[in-house]
Nanobody
Framework: QVQLQESGPGLTKPSQTLSLSCTVS???????????WSWSRQPPGKGLEWLGG???????YYNPSLKSRTSISRDTSKNYFTLRLSSVTPEDTAVYYC??????????WGQGTQVTVSS
């Protein structure tokens, strides 16, 4: 029942910070206590890579390989959460997804948004 939608610019310059938001409908990022709100990405020709997530209490957990560049935050009053990926390179070009995690894994997905890193 939870619906998610990614938004943000489709183009980011190298060395800059990629910034996306995920709006949540029919669910609450604070009161859905068993949910984690997550970000993943899929570069062209590659598999899905999980980036990190945030619990309903605001705790974050990141993929160790990208932790130094990744930040997930939220706006509880507006019921959305964000992704910031710093110091981007063309290798960060991917389709970025937000999704819920509960039970056995990732469940509710946004449609994905293409982000291209290019000057």
């Amino acid at each position: 029942q939870v619906q998610l939608q990614e938004s943000g610019p489709g183009l980011t310059k190298p060395s800059q910070t990629l910034s996306l938001s995920c709006t949540v409908s029919f669910g609450s990022i604070t009161t859905n206590e068993n949910y984690w709100w997550s970000w993943s990405r899929q570069p062209p020709g590659k598999g899905l890579e999980w980036l990190g997530g945030m619990s309903s209490s605001g705790t974050t957990y990141y993929n160790p390989s990208l932790k130094s560049r990744t930040s997930i935050s939220r706006d509880t009053s507006k019921n959305y959460f964000t992704l910031r990926l710093s110091s981007v390179t063309p290798e960060d070009t991917a389709v970025y997804y937000c999704a819920t995690w509960y039970g056995s894994g990732l469940r509710d997905w946004g449609q994905g948004t293409q982000v291209t890193v290019s000057s």
